[in-house]
């Protein structure tokens, strides 16, 4: 079982940042930040142009607040947090979002993983339960698994979930290309085409009925997209 004072040991021996996009998110932010906390002292809100207070309750809650002026999507607040990142020195970030989609109490079982297991890249996969995932989301997703898959000659449990750590290595050699949700996918597929090691581990799967709560994925719209990116890695040669 791994311990608090494991983790305590972990987070002595690198240096960990937590980065957080947040488009309109006042009602949520506070409590992502506050329990991110418990367990990276560092925590970056990347405010991507939102018009409701959720810079002012970010950085009441103790997060460094990094803003944009206009909403640019998540794509973009990742190339940031990934500059932040490398600006100061961190070995690794976690990425999660601010909607309360992924729980923070998870962030230690990622930061064991990357140390054990040596990965790159180490991301959620949401999809080992199914019960709890709408169809809308899983089926694409889980195709999209195949086909990254494939594409990579590594096995990708779940292609889409943000929750995710990245080593230092990735954020300095891959620079995001995209401003939206298919970045995510975009650097999955160009890590695993350098043959990084992309580890997943289980994480809850957690979707909201309440508007106020609801997630800014189009499942339509940014599931296109996502199979625009992966007609670009198949032809393109690695970028």
């Given at each position: 079982m791994f311990q608090e004072n494991d983790l305590a040991s972990l987070l002595s021996s690198m240096k960990i940042c937590g980065v957080i996009p947040a488009y309109n998110s006042a009602s949520t932010i506070a409590r992502v930040?506050?329990?991110?906390?418990?367990?990276?002292d560092h925590v970056i809100v990347i405010d991507d142009g939102s018009t409701d207070k959720t810079a002012q309750r970010a950085e009441d809650a103790g997060a460094h607040v990094l803003k944009v002026l206009n909403n640019k999507g998540k794509g973009n607040a990742l190339r940031i947090g990934f500059r932040y990142a490398l600006a100061n020195?961190?070995?690794?970030?976690?990425?999660?979002?601010?909607?309360?989609?992924h729980d923070p109490s998870e962030i230690p079982k990622f930061i064991q993983h990357y140390q054990v297991n040596k990965s790159i890249m180490v991301i959620g996969n949401r999809l080992c339960r199914r019960e709890n995932i709408p169809r809308i989301r899983y089926v694409p997703n889980k195709i999209g698994t195949y086909c990254f898959s494939w594409l990579i000659d590594q096995p990708v449990k779940d292609s889409q979930c943000g929750f995710r750590l990245y080593d230092r290595k990735v954020m300095k050699n891959i620079f995001i290309l995209n401003n939206g949700f298919e970045a995510e996918s975009d650097v999955l597929l160009r890590a695993g085409k350098r043959g990084y090691k992309i580890s997943f581990i289980p994480i809850k799967p957690i979707y909201f009925s309440d508007i106020g709560q609801r997630s800014f994925y189009r499942p339509i719209y940014d599931t296109f997209r996502i199979c625009i990116i992966f007609l670009r890695n198949l032809f393109w040669k690695n970028r």
């Amino acid at each position: 079982m791994f311990q608090e004072n494991d983790l305590a040991s972990l987070l002595s021996s690198m240096k960990i940042c937590g980065v957080i996009p947040a488009y309109n998110s006042a009602s949520t932010i506070a409590r992502v930040v506050e329990q991110t906390q418990r367990h990276i002292d560092h925590v970056i809100v990347i405010d991507d142009g939102s018009t409701d207070k959720t810079a002012q309750r970010a950085e009441d809650a103790g997060a460094h607040v990094l803003k944009v002026l206009n909403n640019k999507g998540k794509g973009n607040a990742l190339r940031i947090g990934f500059r932040y990142a490398l600006a100061n020195n961190f070995n690794a970030i976690i990425t999660l979002d601010a909607d309360l989609q992924h729980d923070p109490s998870e962030i230690p079982k990622f930061i064991q993983h990357y140390q054990v297991n040596k990965s790159i890249m180490v991301i959620g996969n949401r999809l080992c339960r199914r019960e709890n995932i709408p169809r809308i989301r899983y089926v694409p997703n889980k195709i999209g698994t195949y086909c990254f898959s494939w594409l990579i000659d590594q096995p990708v449990k779940d292609s889409q979930c943000g929750f995710r750590l990245y080593d230092r290595k990735v954020m300095k050699n891959i620079f995001i290309l995209n401003n939206g949700f298919e970045a995510e996918s975009d650097v999955l597929l160009r890590a695993g085409k350098r043959g990084y090691k992309i580890s997943f581990i289980p994480i809850k799967p957690i979707y909201f009925s309440d508007i106020g709560q609801r997630s800014f994925y189009r499942p339509i719209y940014d599931t296109f997209r996502i199979c625009i990116i992966f007609l670009r890695n198949l032809f393109w040669k690695n970028r």
